[in-house]
């Protein structure tokens, strides 16, 4: 399990809103995370109401 800060929620969340998409592969690459880290940034964004629900298989998320 990845241990998630309050900091890299608000990166990730400022990174999907920029880039209008929000994959875990894009937050790995961009904020230089591990690819369980980037998964486990974009559910707590889906928890907050940022991002939509997985799309498919690649991880892809609607930004809301």
Same mark, same amino acid.
């Given at each position: 399990?990845?241990?998630i800060?309050e900091?890299?929620?608000?990166?990730?969340?400022?990174?999907?809103?920029?880039?209008?998409? !929000?994959?875990?592969?894009? /937050? +790995?690459? $961009?904020?230089? =995370?591990?690819?369980?880290?980037?998964? !486990?940034?974009?559910?707590? /964004? +889906?928890? $907050?109401?940022? =991002?939509?629900?997985?799309?498919?298989?690649?991880?892809?998320?609607?930004?809301?």
């Amino acid at each position: 399990m990845s241990v998630i800060h309050e900091d890299q929620v608000r990166q990730a969340k400022e990174i999907v809103t920029a880039h209008n998409r !929000a994959t875990p592969t894009m /937050l +790995e690459r $961009l904020m230089m =995370v591990h690819y369980q880290t980037a998964v !486990a940034l974009l559910e707590e /964004l +889906e928890k $907050l109401g940022v =991002v939509g629900p997985e799309i498919g298989k690649l991880g892809l998320r609607a930004v809301l």
